[in-house]
């Protein structure tokens, strides 16, 4: 399997605390993506990082990519109960989203 | 509109069933895939079809089979199924992009299947 590795595999936090989440990978990439999916349902892009970027902002999120050791990481700032969902690395190895491979996922909890 | 449906939502069927599920975009995306996604799992990719035409077939056994009747609809017809073989199925949609460059998919919410 050329599936991508996520730790943790879940992580509870309170909310208004960082969660962070890992993802390594095994292949070269174009650009590597993470996607959220709120429970049994259909998964929602979140931020996309190009294989010539260091680090990106979105709102709250935060995602660095480090080609070298083939990892990402996933920052959500200030959380929220709402921000309770799985979420997913996905690599792109020729940047047409062709052929995404996705990452074991972190199931990420925030209570209030 | 940035909207992916699905068609069921849920779905229960015998092993001797045949049945379809239905995927629909109006983004104008000429890239369609299906995955299956068991529970806990990440998706698993089914198959590609772009610009109507299938491109990817991830070694999917034969009960599965897919069709893109137009640009915007992407079905997947089931017959003889397994129980193993109840999971989510999800839909998505993208552009094609024939150089690198920026593309996401969109996700419909999938139709949840029971095989009994």
């Known amino acids: 399997s050329q599936q991508g590795e996520e730790d943790p595999q879940a992580l509870s936090i309170q909310e208004g605390e960082n969660a962070t989440m890992n993802c390594s990978y095994k292949t070269s990439i174009n650009n590597l993506q993470w996607y959220r999916q709120n429970s049994g349902r259909g998964l929602v892009h979140l931020i996309l990082i190009r294989s010539n970027e260091r680090e990106k902002h979105s709102g709250r999120l935060r995602v660095t990519l480090d080609t070298s050791k083939k990892s990402s990481s996933l920052l959500i700032t200030a959380s929220r109960a709402a921000d309770t969902a799985s979420y997913f690395c996905a690599t792109d190895p020729t940047g047409t989203a062709s052929k995404l491979t996705f990452g074991t996922g972190t199931r990420l909890q925030v209570t209030l | 509109d940035t909207e992916v449906t699905q068609t069921p939502k849920h779905l229960v069927m015998g092993m001797t069933n045949k049945k379809s599920l239905k995927c629909e975009q109006h983004m104008g995306h000429r890239a369609m895939y299906w995955y299956k996604q068991k529970a806990k799992k990440p998706p698993e990719l089914m198959f590609v079809y772009s610009y109507e035409k299938l491109s990817i077939n991830e070694s999917v056994p034969s009960r599965f089979s897919p069709e893109c009747p137009n640009s915007s609809l992407l079905n997947l017809h089931l017959h003889a199924l397994q129980p193993e073989d109840s999971a989510l199925y999800l839909c998505?949609?993208?552009?094609?992009?024939?150089?690198?460059?920026?593309?996401?998919?969109?996700f419909g919410p999938g139709t949840r299947l029971t095989v009994t």
């Open positions: 998505a949609s993208s552009q094609v992009s024939l150089l690198a460059g920026v593309v996401e998919q969109y």
